[in-house]
């Protein structure tokens, strides 16, 4: 077995003004635990990397690899994690961070067989977004959090997701943004021929590890951190800029474009290549129960409601068998979600600090896990 309890992987390309500060940060935990920290770089020229170097500021944990030639999306994702050898995985976009509780949940998972864990929601807005939209808080987070550690089914879990087609994906068992043992990862990977099958690496693996996972937990403590940059799928989602052709969006893997579902429409948002993504694997996959779940009504009730015209032009082109019982369900569900757009999400609250560094936004969350810490972990503190 490695001693490297948790290897952090974060595949990145161009971003160094979040890549840099986030490198900075996790320097704070050198020397104090068993992990690696490893950075796989596709960017077209990484001067900047090489003026941080320069700086000394590197540390023994860090692992970093720079590759010119242009990859896409899921085979840099893929040449990180063949990298890894810690006991467990998470990997992270380079605007994220870990706070330090993450280190006590990888214990517990360890000393417990637990093959993954998953976390409440924690969103760190980064100085660059707040400029364009300065009505953002620093920082968003959950607030209806349970005591306790609770059990989860992942497989049960994610076939919700399915059902009700709200991506909040907290809950399930996957890699980005969650921890997950590496034996678990190897089987997804002997399996499929990558650790993340379909278009988007988050889904895609999700959708293959729920398949895989037995022992999946919920720890109600901040200790991932999804950060939205300016540049990054979440910050342009916020500014209403994550939209484009399929076919013009470079770092999707070409080679499996052929195979995009006929039911879903053929362009580039988040929630199109997410649905492309997770059906994808699961026609790849040898269990066939999960993919009964998908709620295709409540799927295009999303598109009408978030992207209209997209999905309008797209209906005019597409025949739907049965469609005077399916545009009256559709419509049904639209009601639903129209309402549920204009309602705030129940139990977030928002925060606003002082600097907005990724580090007080870290101390401050690790401040709110106080409460929890001793009655989750108890004496592996």
Known sequence: MSDISLSIIIPTKD???YLIPVIRYFKRFSGKYDFELIVEDNSSCNKEWNNFVSKKLLFPELKYEYVPEKRDIVANCDAAFLRAVGVYNIMLGDD??????????VDFCSKNCIDSACFPLAWYNWPDLIEKIPSL????ITNDLILGIKVLDAKEEFANVLRTQRYRLEPISKVYHGIVRRKILENCYKEFGT???????DIGNASALCQEVKEHVYFPIYAVVAGFGGKSAGGLGAQKRHVGRVDSVDFLPKSILSHWSTKIPYVWTG???WAASILYVLDKSSDDDLSQHFSFSRFYAYMLVSHPSIFLRWLSNFRIRNSFLTLIGLWLIVYDRLVSFKLPPSG??????ENSSILEASCKLESLNSNHRIAIFGDII
Do not use: K
Not at 195 to 201: D, K, L, R
Not at 348 to 353: A, F, S
């Open 137 to 140: 808080p620093s920082l968003t």
């Open 195 to 201: 650790f993340f099958p379909g278009y988007s690496p």
């Open 348 to 353: 977030m609250v928002e925060i606003n600090l």
């Open 271 to 273: 929630s199109t290549v």
């Open 15 to 17: 971003r160094y003004q």
């Open 96 to 105: 994220d961070f870990v706070t330090e509780d993450i280190f006590s949940a």
